[in-house]
């Protein structure tokens, strides 16, 4: 009509004098073909047009938007348009990032096309891969597959839009669609991986097993295969598990960087007796006092043992006389003067050892000597009865997996309670008249320890001091939320299973902590009694 066709030359109008201008080629060509009389013969309109659409389709291919909607502009001008050039001029205008004029012409398409399943289906793709518009793409996908319950990819597509828009609460939605899928195509690799992480999620490690395993039988990549041992792990089999994670440095993943030379990496088989052993910390500081108790058991693997740390662990761990017969060195010092025969990285230590979760040493291990304690105490913790609760509601935001951070404002309910003094662990510095803040008394993680044994209780939520606090044998609560990090097989029970002092409180729902903070404040109530 023709107010929709004097918006159009609006907006082409403006975008023309922008530095997007049209080319001289397609403005010469239009300038040529415009005085065109609509007398001109039919065979000679329809050749131009064949070519023109043609050319039009070889400017979007190229990604010259501009110049195919003014070319475009002619044909709406001078030719009776079909439905699918409707939608190619809606879809030029979409990529061109107009929102309004797009769907103008989308609803000439809907009009005109009269292929109802070839007409749905152009509509769910437009509104996925155009509009970004998911829920009404989600909405067409759906009345297709009413239509046509053929196409696994639909399914698929389908599964994977509820989960980019509804998140977790979708999961037996997007299952569904990736059964359905699995029915047409069960050697799919997206379909298997998304039903395998899907069935995770829900808790039912039955099916989600059996479909990695089938996942691990269709070209497995080694991401695969990471995931695969990540996921048993969580279930509690260590040992299949972390032969699987060994893998992780295959991934390609930055975060996932074997930190030596990868030369001297050692297979974690080959007798290594008679040789100098680099044992290197990997990950975050969490993943350093979880795994360090493991290396004084690689005593007897190796001639010789050096353990690298990172230098805020170094003293901690060095003064807590764990590492007898081991060589510990912070990572500060200049490792190319180091000789050793062979490698590996931290996480892989309870490969080599057969560790399985039943035989996990998790009494405390870590330690810092008392006179310190005395002392911090002495500078920084108030000289009060109460029951001293310190509190981590945060760790690396780098690392923040699965929405393991809580909000701090939502501990004010706890504040509330008598006869508690509260303290924060994390770096950041809180306003609240209810906290005493601790982090700018951490210069190095002897200081942190410090801090957690002047504590009765720790409250923490999956971050390094959590793990620490475990270390040091200190009674502490960890709060989690409905899909930890991989690592935490347990969350059930009198304690965790890594560390005999550390009991989880773990969400019903993703990113509802009412109920944990209901049972804190029971916890506390009883504590103080």
Partial sequence: NSSM?????????????????????????????????????????????????NYIKEKSSNGEFLDALFMSRFLVVKSKLSAGSYYEMGEILANLGQLDLPLEFIKLYEKFETNKPLRILSLANFYNLHMKDYKSAI??????????????????????????????????????????????????????????????????????????????????????????????????????????????????????????????????????????????????????????????????????????????????????????????????????????????????????????????????????????????????????KNIKVGIAYQGDKAANYNGRDIDFTRFNRIFALKGFDFYSLSKEVEDSEHVISLGDTFEDFTDTACAIKNMDIVISTDNVILNLAGALGVKSYGLFNKHPNFRWYKLSGDNVGWYESVKAIQVEENNCWSSVFSELINILSEYKK
């Fill in 139 to 384: 909405k067409y996908y759906e009345q297709y597959l009413k239509v046509d319950e053929t196409k696994a990819v639909v399914y698929t597509i389908v599964a994977s839009l509820y989960a980019k828009v509804y998140g977790e609460i979708s999961l037996k939605d997007q299952i569904h669609y990736f059964e359905r899928a699995y029915r047409l195509k069960p050697k799919d690799r997206l379909v298997l991986h998304g039903l395998a992480f899907g069935y995770e999620k829900l808790g039912d490690k039955v099916k989600a097993n059996r479909y990695y395993q089938e996942l691990l039988k269709c070209d497995a990549t080694p991401t695969d295969y990471y995931n695969y041992g990540a996921f048993l792990i969580n279930c509690g089999e260590f040992e299949l598990g972390h032969r699987y994670f060994a893998r992780r440095f295959e991934t390609g993943d930055k975060n996932l960087i074997y930190p030596l030379d990868i030369q001297k990496k050692w297979d974690c088989k080959t007798d290594i007796s008679d040789k100098i052993l680099l044992v290197h910390f990997e990950q975050g500081f969490g993943d350093t006092f979880m795994y360090c108790r493991f290396v004084p058991m690689m005593r007897g693997i190796a001639k010789k043992i050096i353990f690298v740390v990172q230098d805020e662990v170094f003293e901690l761990i060095k003064d807590s006389k764990i590492m007898t017969g081991i060589k510990l060195l912070s990572n500060k010092e200049d490792l190319s003067a180091v000789k050793y025969d062979f490698s590996m990285a931290l996480l892989d230590v309870p490969l080599v050892l057969g560790i399985r979760s039943e035989n996990i040493p998790s009494q405390k291990y870590l330690k810092v000597s008392s006179t310190k304690v005395k002392q911090y105490a002495k500078e920084y913790i108030k000289p009060t």
């Fill in 5 to 53: 066709m004097r918006r159009l030359d609006d907006y082409i109008l403006d975008v023309a004098q922008s530095e997007c201008s049209i080319t001289p080629e397609v403005f010469n060509i239009y300038k040529k073909f415009v005085s065109m009389k609509q007398e001109a013969p039919e065979g000679m309109k329809n050749e131009l047009f064949s070519v023109m659409k």
